[in-house]
Each structure stands twice: as C-alpha cells, then as structure tokens.
C-alpha cells in the first residue's frame, strides 16, 4: 500500500517543560504538517509512504528532509527552492491552561512559492494507491492552491483514492481568502471521497442545509459523492476531556464511545485520529474497530510529544485490549 | 499608573522535571520575592512597574536586576551592596507530594543589611501612584523593618496608597522576634489601606476577638481604617483541588466561586492573587469581577513555571470567558 | 541495623519529558536492580547498607559504584570482572499511556557471570542482621542461581534473617528455565522467614492450592516456615489508581487503606513499598502501622524520578499525618 | 549619553556544542541585530540606550523585546505589527571548520514592512545624543531604506551625530538591489560623521580612487564629510589568528597591535569593535585607546556566547593590563 | 552509484561538555560502526547508500533504523533479531587528555549472532556497484566472520567491487582470535580490490617483509591483487597535531600535505578519511585531489560531532580552496 | 593509609557553554573545597579518605554529603547544623578570557559557625595517618580558625603527619584580619611538616628574609621545622601556558619539566598538584616522579570538569609515559 500526501512542512519550535518562551533560552524543534503528521502515522504501521512536498534549498531544508526519513517517510519527492519554510511556535499548556501558537510568516514558505509543474505532479503520482490533500494548502497561497487542484485533478483521473481534510483556520483566511477557499472547495470535493471534517465545516463553510447532524453529511455526501466522512467530538465534564470519533459511509454512521484523556502534548491529535481511520480503511477492519482504534490513537496521541504519531498499530490494539502500566 | 515595590529579592533554585537535588547536577534558576511577582503580574497588564529593594553589588546582582528588567519591571531604584543574596531551593512537588523549600541564609543579604537614607526612600516615592510593602520585610532583619516603616511613614505623609501582604512565616520568627514583628504591624497598619491576609493572620498574630470570620474582619478593618482586605481559600476534597477568593470592602464581603486547580509549580501563586485583585481595583472593576479574576490569575499561576505570573490580562480574561485547548 | 542485599545491578537509560527514544539524542541514566532500590530507601532511614553484587571492571562499573554510594549504599563488597552490565531502555508513559522496557543483552553481565567463591560470600555475611535475596538472581544465570542459593544457606547456617521476593517475570524464564527455578524456589524458601509476593506467585508458580487467598497464604507460610508474607493489590476506577497494601504474620492479616496514587514515573513503586515494610518491621511498629508506611512510601514513589526511593521516613510520616502543598 | 540604535533584530537559532542541525532536537535563541548588539555594548559601560525597530505583533515579539531589555537596552521606542520577525539558524564551527549562517525569510519581516510615519521617527529622536544607523537596512527592503534615510534626515537636521556601518552582505543584494543600494548610500553618508568599514567597501561599492588605503580613505572622507573612519583587519598565520583596528580622524591614522584571538562563538565580534570604538569616542580617551579598547572587546567577544557583546568596560581595561586566569 | 556496507551498528553514549560519566546524570546517544560511517560521507555527497547489519528486534533496533535513514542510509536490507545491541561509552578528552572508550558486551549483539542465509546474502548485492566490508566483522564472532567472508565471495563472484578496512584492535582478539583473523585476512584479501589500512596491519599482522613502507606496500598489492592501498600518518610537534594521507595505485604512491588539525570530536575520523578517498574515486578525480579531499574530508571531522561525517562535498572543497570564518 | 582532611565545603554553580550568568536559565552545581579536592583526589589512588567539616542541617547539606560520598571520600565525620553553604558563582572563561568567581555569603556557613568540642576533632584524629589543614579556614571566621589551631595541636600531639595550604586570597582578609591569620600562621606552622605555597606566601604574608628563593625557602623551612615545600610556577609565552612544579626537602629542590596545558576549567588544579605531590610522599616515590606526578595530574585536571580531579594514578602514570588520542 503505497501513500502520498501532499501538504505543508513546518518547523515546530517549543520551550519545554511547559514555559513561556520569555522564561528560557531554548526551544525543541521538529517537522510538522498534518499530512506529514498522517504519514507518519501510517508509516509506523508498515505502509509505504512518501512526502510530496517543497523545502528551502539550505540547511533548514537538508534538516527537514532528514527528521522526515527518520520518521520512515520518504523524502523522494521533494522539491527544494527559496529559503523559507513556516514556523509555528508552540507554548505547550498544562491542565487547564490552553497551548499558545505563534504562526510566524507562512506564506513565503518553499511550499507556498513552489512553482511546479503539471507533469512533475503526475509524476508523483506513479504508483500510488490513495493521496491526502490537505485543505490547509487550498489558503496559504493562490500557488499551492494551484497546486492542490491540479493534483486532485491528475490523480481522480489516474483512479487514484483521494482523502481530504478540511483543517479549516478562520485566522488564515481574510474575506477575500474565503471566496477562493469556497471556489477551491467546490472543485476538489467532487473529486475526493474520503473525507475528514466536522459539521461545521459543512454548516459554516460550505452551508449545507439539514435537520441534524446526518441530515446535513448525508446531502454532502451525496452532493459531492464522498464515500467515507469521519470526524471527532471533544467532551468536557470539570477537568475530565473525552474524545469520541465517528465516520459515515453511506447511510451508515459508527461512532465510538467517549473515551478519557490526558494531555501532555495537544497538538496532532486530530492528524493521529485520521492516521488511524485511514489504517482501518486500508486493513479493511469493521468500521466500529476502525473508529475505535481511530480514537484510542488519537487518545494516546495526547500523551506522546510532538505533532507525529509514534506509536504502532501493535502498541494500539494491545491498548485498546488492555490497559496496563509497564510494558516488559 | 505607577506601582513601587519594596521587599527582598532571592534567587530560586530548582532541579528540573521533579528530581530531588540528589538526583541532578544542574538546576534552574530564576528571581523572586513577593514584591518582584506582584510587580510582574501588573507589568504584564501594562502598567508601570518599579521595584524597590537591595542587590549584591557582583556579577549576581547585576543578573537578578537583568532578569527583573526581562519581566518588565524597572531596575532604576535598585541599590548595590554587599555581597550576598537570599537564595531558596526549591524541590517541585508533583501530584500529592509536597514541594520541598530550603532556605538558605537570608539574614546577611544585601537586602537585610541595607543601611539606606530616609532621603533616598522619600525620593524613591516620587510620582508613585501606589506601593506594595512586603511583611516578611518586618520580620528578616531589624534593618530591614526599619525601612519598611519608614518608607511607609513617607509614603502616607504623600497620599500614596499603601498595600500591605501580611505573608507571615512561622519559622523565620522567634520569641524575641514575634515581640518586634506584632510592634511593627500596629506601626505599620494604621498607615495601609488594602491589606493581604488570612483569618489566621488576624486572630493568631493580632489577637483580634470575632465569632465570625466576618466579625473578626469587621473589626480589624475599623480599628486600622483599611479599606480593602483580601485573601483566598484553599478547598481539598480527594485528589481535587479548588481556590476560592475574598474581598471585603466596607462591610461588603464577595467570595468567588471555587475553582479547580492542577499544580505544575505551586510557588507564587498567592502572589498571582493579589497581583490580581491590584489589576482589578487598578481597572475599578466591579469587585464580583475583581475577585474572580484574582483567582483565574492564581489558578492558572499553578500551571506556570516559577514563581512570577506570566499571562497576560487578556489571556486570563478569556480564560474566565471560554476555556479551550488551544489558542492559535 | 545492618543490611545486605544480593541482586543485580543494572543501568536504567531513560528520555526525558516522555519522549520516545527516537525523539531526542540524549537519555538520563541512573543504577537500579531490586535489591538496590530497597537499600537505598532503608539507607534514608538511617539504617546500615550494604550492596552485594559485581560490576564490570570499567568506568561503567566505576560509575555505578560511585552512584551506589551516592545513594549511601556501600559499595565495600562489590566485586569487578567482565565487561558488562545489564541494561534497560525506559521509555515512560504518561497518562494512560503504559511506560515500555526495553532489556537489553542481561545474560553476560558481570553479576550473572560472576563465580564467586563460597568464603568470599560467607565472608560478606559478617555482622550482618538482614540479608535481602532478589528473586529474579534465581532466573537470569545458573551462576546467579547458584550463587544465591549458596548465600542462603551460609545465612540461614549463620541465624540471618532472610528476606526473598519473587519478583517473578514470564519473559526471563522459557520452559525449561522454569523448572530449574521451581527446584530453586524448593531449595531456598525453606530458609527465609519474610516473602514478598502475591497470590499469583503461590497459585501459579508454587501450585498452592485452596479457596481463598487466606487459605493458599496460610498453607505457604505453614509448608515453608514463613514469617512474613507482604505485597500489595492495585486497583483502577476509570482513571483512577488506587494502591493497597497487605501483610500477614502467622494467621493474622491486616490490609491498609486504598490509597489513591498519581504516576510521574512507575518504576520501582514495587521496591519502595518493601523498603517501607522492612521498616516497620525494623522498628518494630504495629503492623497497621507498617503497611501504611509500606503503601505510603509506595505512593509516594510513583511521583519520584528513577527506580530508587529517595524520601526519609520523615518525610513519609509526616505525609501519612497531613498532606500539605509545601513544606518550608 | 544617550544613544539610539535602528535596525532590525532577528532571532538567532543555534544548536549547542557545535552540532549541525540534524544533530539535535532543540537549539538556543537570542535576538540580535547590528544595532542590537553594538547597544548592548554600549549599555554594558552604562549609557542610556534605546532600541529603534519594528517587532511581530506577537509572543515572539513580546519575547523580544523582554530580551531586548535584559540586554539593558530601553524597548520604550519598539513598534509592534505584522507576524514575522526575521531568523538566522547558526551551526558554529569549530577550529579550522567554518560558522554556517542559514537566513530565512527576512523580507516579509515586522521591521522591513515597517511603515512608520515621519512624526513617530522624529519623535524617537528626542533627547538622542547619538544615532546609529545600520547599512544593512538600505538592502533588505525598499522600506527600510526608506525609514533609514529620513532618519538620517531628521537626526542630520537636528544636529544629532550620526554613526553608519556599511555591514554589505553581497548575498542581500542582486544587481538592482546595487544601484538603489549605491543610491542610498550617496544620500546617507553626507549626513553622518562616523563610518565604520573596510577599504573593500570604499573600492568596491563606492569606487572610490586611490593608490594606497590612506588615499582612498582621505577622499572618502573628504568628499563625505566624515569625521571618523574605523575598521578591522583580520591576519592569519598558520593556525594563529589576529585582529588588528584602525581608526582614521581627520588626516591621522591610529593602528592597534595585533592581538591573537581565540573563538568560541565568531558572530557579533564586529559589532563589539564597533561598541568598544563608540565607547572611546564617548570617553574622549585617546585614539590609541581607544583603538586599543575595541580591538581587545572584539578579540574577547570572540571567547563569550551570542552576537551582543557581555563584558563590562572595567573587565576590558582590566583585561587590557594584564591577563589573569581567575578574577575573584 | 550504489554503494552497500556490511558491518556492525552500535549505539555510542556520550556524556556532554567532556564530562566523566561520573560528573553527570543524562548521556547523547548515537549509532556508529565503521560502515555506517563510511555510508553516511557517502550519502552526504550524493550516492546511494545501504546498510547491511542485523539489529535487535525491539525498541532500541527501531532507534537504531530511524537513525540510519537520518544520516541518509537505507535501513531496507537490515535484519532484526535478538535483543542485543553493542554499545560503546565514549568520555571525550579535551586538548591533550585521551578519549576514553568502554566497550560494553558486543559479543551477543544481534549482528554477531545473525544466522543469515547465503541466499538473503545474494540478494543484498543486487544492484550494487561497491561493498564495503569492515574488518572488524572477523573478530567480532565466528558467525559475522562467516557471513563477511561469504558475502566477499558472493560480492566477487557478481564482480563487484569490494573495499576492505582492516580496523584491526588488538584488544577484540585473544590468541585464538589471532589465528582465525588471520585465516580470514587470507581468505577475504584475494576478494577484495580497496584496502585501507596500515604498514603495521601489513607488517605485523601478514608478515609481509620489506625493506621499507614502499616495498612491503607493493608485495602486499602484487601477492593479493590490491588496486588501491590508503590510509593516514598522524604527527604531533608539541601540541600541533597533523594528519597526512597517503594512496598506493599500482606502483604509484601519492601523498597528502600535512594537515594541523584541532580536535572537538576524535571518534570516526578515520572513516571519514575513507569515505573521502571512495568519493573521489567513485568521482574519477586525480589521485592528488582525492588524497587532499579525503585528509581534508578527515580533519573536518575532527571538528564536528559523532563519528559520522556531516558535511557535504561541496563544504569541503570550499574549505581545501579556502578557509573562512562564515559561511553566510 | 588514612587521610583526614578539615576545610569548607562550598556548592559551586556554574553557567555551562561558557556562558555568562546573564545568558541562561540554569547552571550546573557541584561541591568543592581544598580539603575535598585533594581527598578526591587521593581516593582515585585507593587511599581511605575522610572529611572533617560541617555542612547545613538541611536537604542542601544532605545533598552536598551524598556528593562527597560519590566521590568516594566518607561522610562519617560530617556535622549538620545552621542552614547555610557557602555559595560560589563560577562563569567560566574561553581561551585567553579570565574565569569570573562570586562569592556569597560564606562568613554565616554551617562551618565558619561550627562550635565543635575538642573531644569531637580529637576522636576525628583516630587511626588518621595524614591531616591536610587547609589555610582558608584561619582566615573565613575566628571560629573556623579557633577549630583548625585546635585540631592542628591535637593531631601533633597524637603524631599525625600535617599537611597545610596557605590558599591565601587576599580578598577574604581585611588589616585586622591580616593580623588574626599572621598570629595563627605562626602558631600552625611549627606543628605542621608539609607545606603548599609559593615565594608570595613566605615573603609578603611572613616577610621572611633572604636573596633568592632558595635563601628564602630554606630559612623558612629551617624556623618552622618543615619537611616538604612545595608549589607550582606559571608560565605564558604568546597563547601558550605552561605549569612546572617544584619540590623542597631539606635543601634538596627538584623541579619539574614546563609542561604545555589547554584549559576547559580552570579552578581546583591547584589542589589537583597537591593530591598528586601527596600521592607520590605516600608512594614513596622518587621526588623527580613525584613532582612530575603532581604537575601531570595538575595539568590534565585543567582540561576536566569541575574542581575535584576525577583521573585515577593509572590514567596519568599512562599519560605521562605516553600520550595517545583514545584508550580503548
């Protein structure tokens, strides 16, 4: 099974042990991107994944590519130019205290700038089983929201799978932005069907009419023909956080059930429940163990450091069977 | 608005991720005092801030005044001399183990040998619109009561308000030193109008007779014409910790709600309290909001490194609005 | 009070902040081995300790020793040979999340290749009380067997008091190693009078048989002459963790408690409660007294960095009497 | 003395202990900046200094400027808008092996979108004893060069003294970026009277005639107006490197000795020539000392951290007398 | 170019800042082995590299991969088995002091105990243009000296090119050892058609005679049928430290200036020196130039951490052209 | 052989990387001494070694203990009382840039406060074959003096070999101080047989008379009845810096070759001179090896961390035989 995404890579800098960055001197860092994010995911449970994607022409991008191999995604289809890659700042909150990011320039990113061209694209196309296209990369500029439907275009007519994820940041988008954001929305969705998102979006964003919550995914659905819609619910009781995941395929709705979380490292979860619904689909697992695992990996993801998932399919299921404190 | 703070300066020192001092060779440091972290808190809200107090005249002193600088409070009226700085170490506490403070000697630093003019603290008082004298000043040296004492002589024969935190300290009190610390709390209280403190404190240190809580504050509050007393209350039940806030103004008494609190650095939080409460009646808030917004201050306080508040009055104003995982 | 205890030693490598090992380029190490992690919680309670083992003559043993001492351990009866130690790779969860042990080659150590002869362990035993034998020496080499069975008896031979833990772990034994360590289950539990362990280790290792766990417990102590026969049950609700602490002497039991417990660092929360049972029956408390310092201690090291107990028996007390944020 | 600096400051990023990046998962930061780190120095011998720039609007703006004041330098005068501050990654070398330097976005930064109006830049002029303007800014954006040449305008009108440094990056620069670049240059060095710079930068950019160094520097000055010249010659024979200053006022030449020079950390150690030179001028010492000083502050900033010079004057001229291993 | 390595990978712990293991609590760790060195210099400059090595089949053999791909390997031909991997504690010298090496047990690693088939052994030649096989793997244990002789045999018979190290340590072979070493020197020497190495590996090691360094060299190239004989002289004046290489071709001997190095970092120089000499002649270029890069390639890594090489072709033809401070 | 050594025992905090103070947010700690210096020393030989101070009654002071033990020197005669360590801040200097020492209060220590009975320092002197009585101590409190007069006369009384240091620091003595420590210098002289100091020592503190430094050395040997004088010249030339050591005894000099030495750390090579001078008197070696002894262990404690030496005899008898980049 061979996956490609095509998306975004950042470098993540953050304090640690949860101070401000006014109270240190140094700061962690490493490569981030939700498709970045799901591939690593997916990798740590065998599949054949690879990053398709731009990197500053310098050290900076020499660095990326080489924490990008270590998390067993290929680099083979990187392209490198410019100078510049986006950064986001991660002030990591502790129980109640929300984490803080810290975008610093992102639209002059390598990725953001990177003039490819249409046969390149299809070339990195070659043998790939299913793509994810980040709805990110449809905002940050008019270039690699080019690039993005361009893709979608090449691989929906090669047959290729194509997963999306709405990743919808209000703050990245001004009026102007949402009407191309809309327009590229419009374009991509009849061409994918996997997708990852929540209600909102489909309310908010695309104004989707219906009743409840499976009236409006259903007329999504169908409008667009998506095959497969998942997403999750975050619960608070007091200081006690549950997670819940769902996924639609065709009228059929599976959703888990509400399970506890601890936080040490917020951020990435959503990618970790994808990475996880996405590895049920390919093992071709009944949907409720694939949500349930979708879940239990985003749960964990919670308490692992940094955006990537790093734990494996195998570490998961025993989780999910039994709940124990050392593993020997 | 021009707040001055007098109180002693020490440096902190504290092994990292919960070790013991046998477990570590390294240690953080940072510099605190009950005056620094109020002044702290309110630099963080925008106003001007200055502390008043005595450094070591070395390389020490001149990075405690580097580091009160980075917090955005002013180094202008610092004086340099001697040799030495009280410096605690700190053991963090986590979960139900109490955190560790091991004093050393304090009674010998620049601060507690301070030989300083009358005309220099009447000077140090010029456009000072309020100022915080800090009690432990009373007990940790007869040098230092004396300036306390007198600074605030002057700066009542000026009109300027004057907060007073009683912070009483068992075991930095003898005998002989309980007769001249009570000495300087008559001394001193007729001159403060907000004053910081516990039921404790008033009917354990000054004897003042009561039924009620409120009784006891009534009377206090007539006998020393102060006009704001304030102070929290710390609820435990299992595991679960909570903070509750009070403010009597007249005979008006507001309690805030109990908030839940998780502790990552459990020092300065009272501190982050009346840094609080100080914003609020800087602001002329409604006392309902003043109060509450102490006790978001202090809870969140719990969740930061060190012992000064480093949230902002519009971080912890949409705290108390909306609490959410992250804010980007 | 002088104690002695024959165990491994091994080095502990660990991340920090709940990294795995494939997020950072560093790892903290420190010395543990059961053995170890009960002198070293009686040594901070001012009993005389001894630690009899071998270590590899290199700087790697150099460095243990010294941190053996540093944990004020003697290291007087240590032997060097070999170049090995055994190692283990900690990678600690957080939350939920199981904490992962990975061993490393333990079969060439110094300790389980280590051929000692019968003077120069009958020699160690000189003025000796107690004498502490880890279990898992009866597993990990025939040396190690041998030799911990030949102190046995030289102790038992000379009136020392023995205390034996099984420590038993499935994955160090195969089929044919388990029946070499029954016979030497048989061989040595005749001569030691205090057990830890736990209803699993009589049912399935020893094939007590009876009803209730009274029943088995009273016929193993019966059938082997035992004192003393401690360990403890841990208990979940939801998220949570309870600790319970159990000692029978002759037919009497007595069970403390359940004590709610929070995680920094899971390991050796085993070895601290027999480090707080040993002191009970050292200073000769009650034994309501005894496995309440055992389950306290024990709770308490789950919030302590590293496998060995680092809090004195005052501070334990005073936790036991009032639990308080701060100790100054 | 009160000196103001513009220019921009960045973020410096570095790895420790002379790793490459993909060495390690966390690096240092500071902030730095010509001007930044020529005040800096100037602040460490106790002049009043303020900093005149264009921060992110942002946390990492606020954690700037609180680095800005630990460095003792006034942020009283920053502006605050946009999202990015510009960030060099630094890998050190070590010995033979030389520095990287990789920028990254610096063209999009708070300080070269800065559209800041004619008043606020008079305004920042008050009271200003001294200006310094870095020549990097007439390069990185037509912006700065903007703001730099009416700032040069007003400080020239007001009859502040100006300082210029020609700092030419050829890399900053392509061929159009050289004739705006030689334009502003033309504008802006009839307004100042202390240059800093090489004999390349009067030849190459400014093409200025001449057989000998004296003669090309004597018609600089004379069709400029300049009053001081100063610069670096850097010397090295085999492994042994020296530095060696020289200042030109009026028709005199003042040369220091070469001093042989060890380097921990090479970046700044222009800038420190530079504070130590304005330091002399400040003092009215001699030419000689004064040549003296900022070739030792420049030799002994290559042996401290970071970009901004750290050593006070009294450790210079002390380090001028006589090197000692230990000052206690 | 596709360039395969047989050998065996370590994890190398270091305490920082030339600390004794004694001095610290935490250690870096890294993995190291003289091919993959010697892969990843070669990755560095563009060629395909695979790593032929068997690690444990756990955690620490996961790391170990992850770290392989960072320097730019392939992991795809490693096996995993076992539980063991060899470790190296390395404490470094700083200027005159030696570097400490403790070698932990390598004896039961996963690759001296990797029973890999012949046919798993010809299928990891295919494709490959050269095969470096350490010489090392023929002490370490029977089986790694079985396999490294089987594969040179496999490798020969595809008429592929084999390069051989001898890295000979007298400490790794007892007597015994000695005579099967070197049995397998005449076994694997007739394969190969590389050699680095020494005039000691030749003298004392083949007995091969001669009068002089030249003569001994030619008999061994003649009775072995060696194309290429390199390796290095290292001289000291005083505290001056030079490294000069030389290479035999044919009859052909060409040699390095001396080169004065400074040393951060000691470990793995030498493989850098041999990835060095394999770049230019995988390069074609003059035996001068490729003698000059490989000493150059040498002495540079010195100067940086670990034992692999870092730097880029590129950076090191710089730096042999001309040597800057920065690199901007 | 029994080494007994009376001296202060101080924390020692460190910036790491060379940093000033001003630049982190945390520094190493260690504890340091004369007297624990050299029994560090001494212990890296195999000699049986004990301290003889007072240390705070807290968990700084147990932590200091645990420090002292690791270094395998016992904490048998250790007192605990006060609350206060004497604190040094060292910043350590690079290449020619001098090392920066802060001292804290010291006057206030556990040990300069340390009322011990006669009867406690005469039961510290049993089995004691040597006592190092370290010169500070007469100068830091008339206590710590009034102690080290007393124990001086009990150990001569007993026959106990003396070892004294003047380690005279001009900073620590006022003109009244000076003639406090002149009386005791003439009451601890005669009772003492081995002497560390220099030319300095003997003719500005004692003004002893004569034209050459032998004239001097010998008169001052023959007044007081001195065995051994010994101490170390410094020499500079350029960079480079060089140690040579000479020995007395009776009117026999020997003086050592000049050797070269690199500095990581400066502070503690001179007591790394006297445990190596020490080593050799009770070795019984040739003076000329012990004197080259004692400057080889001096030199190589310039390039370790920390002030204890941490090499053992066979690494420097090594070293001084032969000088290798790694032992392996």
């Not at 502790?94 to 061209?117: C, I, K, M, Q």
């Not at 046969?119 to 500029?141: F, M, W």
């Not at 069907?193 to 007329?219: A, C, M, N, Y």
């Not at 689909?281 to 879940?295: N, Q, R």
């Amino acid at each position: 099974m061979k996956i490609l995404a095509f998306g975004e890579v950042m470098m993540r800098l953050n304090p640690n042990g949860f101070k401000k960055m006014t109270q240190t001197d140094s700061m962690d860092f490493s490569f981030t991107g939700t498709g970045l994010n799901i591939l690593a995911g997916l990798a740590q449970n065998g599949y054949d994944t690879t990053m398709l994607t731009a990197l500053p022409d310098n050290n900076l991008g020499k660095t990326a590519a080489a924490n990008i191999r270590k998390l067993n995604v290929s680099d083979r289809k990187i392209s490198y130019s410019g100078n510049h890659l986006g950064i986001y700042i991660l002030e990591l909150g502790y129980g109640g205290r929300p984490s803080e990011v810290t975008y610093l320039d992102r639209a002059h990113s390598a990725f953001n700038e990177w003039e490819v061209s249409e046969a390149d694209l299809e070339q990195a196309l070659e043998n790939v089983d299913l793509i994810h296209i980040c709805g990110i990369a449809l905002s940050t500029s008019a270039i690699s929201r080019k690039n993005a439907l361009t893709l979608a275009k090449k691989a929906s007519e090669k047959g290729i799978e194509i997963c999306f994820d709405f990743n919808f940041r209000a703050s990245l988008n001004n009026e102007e932005g949402m009407t191309s954001l809309l327009a590229a929305y419009h374009e991509i969705l009849p061409l994918v069907t996997i997708v990852f998102g929540s209600l909102r979006d489909l309310q908010e964003l695309l104004k989707i009419p219906g009743e409840t919550e499976e009236d409006v995914v259903q007329t999504f659905m169908l409008n667009y023909g998506i095959r497969i819609f998942s997403g999750t619910y975050r619960h608070q009781e007091g200081n006690q956080k549950q997670l819940q995941g769902f996924v639609y395929q065709g009228n059929k709705k599976v959703v888990s059930d509400k399970i506890t979380y601890e936080v040490w490292d917020r951020i990435g979860t959503g990618d970790a429940f994808v990475a996880g619904i996405l590895t049920g689909l390919i093992e071709k697992w009944a949907f409720e163990k694939t949500v349930k695992y979708g879940v239990y990996n985003a749960v964990l993801a919670h308490t692992t450091v940094g955006d990537s998932p790093v734990l494996s399919k195998e570490f998961v299921l025993n989780y999910m069977e039994k709940q124990v404190d050392v593993i020997r």
